[in-house]
């Protein structure tokens, strides 16, 4: 059997013990930066599979070294840790335990799926020349994100220019398919908060106050001139709000009223520009109208870019692995990932794994309460990411 078979006849043969990993840690999710019990759980299977160097970053993170047989290249395989604040709606025996936190976003599947490769890889150890790193990463999903505190960690900092490959479940890709883009795939991100400070009274008595609700909402609107007016066309731009709060009721108009929301694009200069027209746009627009508006923005995520040449190699491994038929190519999607402070640095390929089945009714969206899994999908992205990781060693 030559070493692609036998990574994946390793994957299949050990497959519903990585569910069963998979089920244990969706039950037990973890929020950002807080996924110790979700560390030692992790580390206790690395020590069962026999892999003991490991060493600790980010304080709830893991860096893991499997030696092959000689020394040579490296190569450096991510999966992130946390979960979401979001109460599970799912009616299976695996749900979450804990109130209100689940793993809505598969950071469960990156896990168990990397513990899977690290099955595969240890088992194999003996046949290929290199070194391979894998880094389970806490915090992905709240600035300022786990691997920028990943990356100033003395055991990374020594992985120089060492390839980095990532990969992120999708339900609206059926299971079996993965998909890869080259260049700019995801975007940036930065957090927005808006303090609008008016006057208060009685809602029968407009003329005595300066409404922070009426204000609010002229620029909620307004705003989008940054998407619509002042950015290029030719540049992916998104403003989105997703929390207002005014605390008044049906005849009280309040003081104040807060706005939360979020900006993303795929122009890193800008991003520069148009925050800076944002927070003039809305400070005008509140001192026209005889209110304040207090702008706070957490610059957050880069955009995330694949090296061209890893992502052509990776898809061409893909095709190897898979059939040319399973593997498609990415439109750039706007979400953002912290796996984007890796690929500024070094060279890097994100990559999507299908997770959804239309037949099982699995295709609920990442990040709601009804995300689930083609449990599939661990055996495919724990074999896959073997295979990765041997073809980049092996380059």
Request: aromatic share 8%; charged share 20%; hydrophobic share 40%.
């Amino acid at each position: 059997m030559d070493q692609k078979g036998n990574i994946k006849h390793i994957a299949l043969k050990y497959a519903s013990k990585f569910v069963e990993i998979r089920r244990q840690l969706h039950q037990n999710p973890e929020l950002s930066f807080k996924e110790f019990q979700t560390c030692t759980y992790l580390k206790e299977q690395l020590l069962n599979i026999g892999i003991d160097n490991i060493e600790s970053v980010a304080e709830t993170g893991l860096l893991v070294t499997i030696q092959g047989l000689q020394t040579g290249k490296t190569v450096l395989l991510r999966a992130d840790m946390d979960a979401l604040p979001i109460q599970e709606q799912n009616e299976v025996t695996y749900a979450s335990r804990n109130k209100n936190i689940m793993h809505a976003c598969g950071h469960d599947v990156h896990m168990a799926s990397l513990l899977l490769t690290a099955k595969i890889l240890y088992k194999i150890r003996h046949t290929f020349k290199g070194t391979v790193k894998l880094l389970f990463q806490p915090g992905e999903e709240v600035v300022p994100g786990g691997a920028s505190l990943v990356m100033k960690e003395k055991a990374y900092k020594s992985l120089k220019n060492v390839p980095h490959i990532g990969q992120h479940v999708l339900p609206n890709l059926p299971v079996g398919k993965v998909g890869f883009r080259s260049g700019k795939f995801m975007a940036s991100m930065d957090e927005i908060f808006l303090k609008v400070i008016g006057k208060g009274g009685h809602g029968a008595t407009p003329e005595d106050t300066i409404d922070p609700v009426l204000i609010a909402s002229h620029i909620i609107i307004a705003a989008q001139q940054l998407v619509s007016r002042m950015s290029s066309p030719k540049i992916p731009t998104v403003l989105s709000f997703g929390k207002i709060i005014g605390e008044g009721a049906i005849n009280i108009i309040p003081d104040e009223v807060y706005i939360e929301g979020t900006f993303r694009t795929l122009d890193e200069s800008w991003r520069k520009v148009a925050l800076k027209k944002f927070t003039k746009l809305v400070t005008s627009i509140a001192e026209g109208m005889g209110a304040e508006c207090i702008v706070r923005i957490n610059h957050g995520y880069p955009n995330l870019i694949n090296d061209e040449e890893l992502t052509l190699d990776l898809k061409k491994a893909a095709i190897s692995y898979l059939g040319k038929e399973n593997v498609i190519d990415m439109d750039v999607w706007m979400a953002a990932e912290d796996f984007a402070y890796y690929s500024q640095q070094k060279p890097s390929c994100f990559y999507v794994l299908g997770t959804g089945n239309e037949a099982k009714n699995i295709n609920s969206g990442l990040h709601t309460s009804t995300f689930k899994i083609d449990e599939k999908a661990i055996e495919i992205g724990g074999g896959f990411m073997a295979w990765s990781a041997i073809e980049t060693l092996n380059k």
